[in-house]
């Protein structure tokens, strides 16, 4: 496990600051992501990009080469104080070539632990329908990236892969059904809106490349936070997105869905800045 700093991934920090770890229980994927910068260069997917460089050591087989690392689920139940855990930061637990027996190893870990909130984040949303995932997890699918398994995706072929995974989330259960717009890359509201009272939490974050960030189209995240405004769904902004809310003068916003296993989630929790 891995405790989340100030320049970590911010969202983990569910029960405060400094409570916030990642886990990879799964290492490798085989989804071969690329993004398309506003200048025209890809950028391959971080995890990737750290395993093909400074973690090469824990990857021998190369990043596509998928291992399950039963010392990871070990750590995980000997922590004792609640945390928010970000199950594969560097992969995908319901990625393409993960066998079905170690997702439920996974899970069956993540059921032991009720104490801590786990977040699972796929790109593979139909595979949430195989499983039963206990109320400590917060379901949540990703924005198509530009590539996927080496091809291209068109502007069509993202908005169908987009509606097809907020389809698969709003008939799963979990305790929290989230999506993370990060980078918001083009405008996701209409799709969002089809789907909007089976989230209950929206992530949304900017196109990045190492510390360069290219800001959204500013009327596509007016638009998203519209429609988030209206089904009361709250928002987290991620650090990365900071320029473009002071150029609008917008307040900055790291919320938590509240109650949202009882079905309640009019209000959220507002997090301080790390």
Not at 144 to 151: I, K, L, R, T, V
Request: hydrophobic content about 40%.
């Amino acid at each position: 496990m891995n405790k989340q700093g100030p320049n970590g991934i911010e969202w983990v920090h569910v029960f405060g600051p400094g409570t916030g770890y990642t886990a990879n229980p799964v290492r490798g994927c085989e989804h071969r992501c690329a993004w398309e910068m506003p200048d025209g260069e890809i950028v391959i997917c971080y995890a990737k990009a750290i395993a093909e460089g400074i973690a090469q050591a824990h990857y021998p087989g190369g990043f596509e080469a998928l291992q399950l690392n039963l010392k990871e689920l070990d750590a995980i139940r000997r922590h004792k104080t609640a945390a928010g855990i970000f199950i594969d930061s560097m992969s995908d637990l319901l990625g393409l070539g993960v066998p079905d027996a170690w997702i439920g190893q996974v899970i069956a870990v993540m059921t032991e632990c009720p104490d801590h909130i786990f977040f699972i984040l796929t790109k593979n949303a139909p595979r949430l329908l195989k499983f039963n995932f206990p109320p400590n997890v917060w379901a949540g699918v990703s924005a198509p990236p530009s590539f996927m398994f080496g091809q291209r995706l068109s502007a069509d072929q993202q908005r169908r892969w987009y509606e097809r995974a907020l389809e698969c989330l709003s008939t799963m259960k979990a305790g929290v059904r989230w999506t993370s717009v990060e980078p918001l890359a083009w405008d996701v509201a209409g799709i969002v809106a089809e789907y909007a009272l089976s989230l209950d939490w929206l992530v949304i974050g900017a196109a990045s490349r190492g510390r360069q960030y290219y800001q959204p189209d500013p009327d596509h995240l007016l638009s998203l936070l519209r429609i988030c405004e209206i089904d009361h769904i709250p928002v987290f902004y991620k650090g990365n997105l900071r320029p473009l809310i002071c150029q609008l003068g917008l307040p900055w916003r790291e919320e938590f869905p509240s109650g949202a296993e009882s079905g309640h989630r009019d209000e959220v929790i507002q997090m301080p800045l790390l």
